[in-house]
């Protein structure tokens, strides 16, 4: 089994106590792209110590990608140790779950990439692939650009998703039905909170921007970081939150 290897260190070279967490959730890691914070979620994972790592979907950006060293080594750890959900860029060439449900002090929870509630990509599942081949094409010009053209080409992509409360309220919806009390969505790219009252809705954001975000769940409730681990805002499972909370 592989692991990361440990390189936070105090001062006289003692390791830095992790935080222990029920469950780490991240999404839209988008190894192949040229955008990937690869150095940033593996700072990310060395930090907690997690009974299970989750990635909700998109981890890989294309299939038959060759990836640099640092992309590659996630890779093989996130594959190796993760509980995988499919997601719109790679389902078809990673083996991944649809849905992932689990049970933490007597409430219910459950995960999902988050495309299924995106119709647009419902009725033509073929703008993924053309979005990520062109992703491809900008990635290979940026050689000479430096990663503008695909900066670019992801912010458009990031504006043009429907990331509105009535997609949140979908998967409220859908949540509702298996009586969760959490659900757990990417693909949007922009972490989010929405209080549907009996449901809490969460999405995980994604680490190819330059704010990069994750969620951990455990004693401290439902909390969701930057890169540097600060927490940008929380939920506890016993508390009523206020409507709405988006990353600026």
């Known amino acids: 089994?592989?692991?990361?290897?440990?390189?936070?260190?105090?001062?006289?070279?003692?390791?830095?106590?992790?935080?222990?967490?029920?469950?780490?959730?991240?999404?839209?890691?988008?190894?192949?792209?040229?955008?990937?914070?690869?150095?940033?979620?593996?700072?990310?994972?060395?930090?907690?110590?997690?009974?299970?790592?989750?990635?909700?979907?998109?981890?890989?950006?294309?299939?038959?990608?060759?990836?640099?060293?640092?992309?590659?080594?996630?890779?093989?750890?996130?594959?190796?140790r993760a509980i995988i959900l499919g997601g719109n860029h790679d389902e078809h060439f990673v083996p991944g779950l649809l849905e992932y449900k689990w049970s933490y002090e007597g409430k219910r929870f459950g995960a999902k990439h988050g495309h299924e509630?995106?119709?647009?990509?419902?009725?033509?599942?073929?703008?993924?692939?053309?979005?990520?081949?062109?992703?491809?094409?900008?990635?290979?010009?940026?050689?000479?650009?430096?990663?503008?053209?695909?900066?670019?080409?992801?912010?458009?992509?990031?504006?043009?998703?429907?990331?509105?409360?009535?997609?949140?309220?979908?998967a409220a919806a859908d949540a509702r039905l298996d009586e969760q009390c959490y659900t757990f969505r990417g693909h949007t790219h922009v972490a989010a909170h929405y209080d549907f009252g009996d449901v809490q809705y969460f999405?995980?954001?994604s680490w190819t921007q330059k704010q990069c975000t994750y969620i951990t769940v455990g004693e401290q409730g439902v909390r969701l970081h930057d890169q540097t681990g600060r927490v940008m805002h929380s939920h506890s499972c016993e508390e009523r939150a206020a409507d709405h909370w988006e990353a600026a």
């Open 117 to 170: 509630s995106n119709r647009v990509l419902q009725c033509l599942p073929i703008l993924s692939i053309v979005g990520a081949n062109l992703q491809r094409a900008a990635h290979i010009l940026d050689f000479t650009h430096g990663k503008r053209l695909s900066q670019t080409l992801h912010d458009f992509e990031v504006r043009w998703f429907d990331r509105s409360q009535r997609v949140a309220a979908r």
């Open 1 to 80: 089994m592989s692991t990361i290897a440990p390189y936070h260190r105090a001062k006289g070279g003692n390791q830095l106590i992790k935080e222990k967490v029920d469950k780490l959730l991240v999404s839209d890691v988008h190894l192949g792209s040229g955008l990937t914070r690869a150095k940033e979620l593996r700072d990310t994972i060395e930090r907690h110590d997690f009974n299970d790592l989750l990635c909700l979907g998109d981890i890989f950006h294309l299939p038959n990608v060759v990836l640099p060293r640092d992309e590659q080594y996630l890779a093989d750890y996130i594959l190796d």
């Open 203 to 205: 999405n995980t954001g």
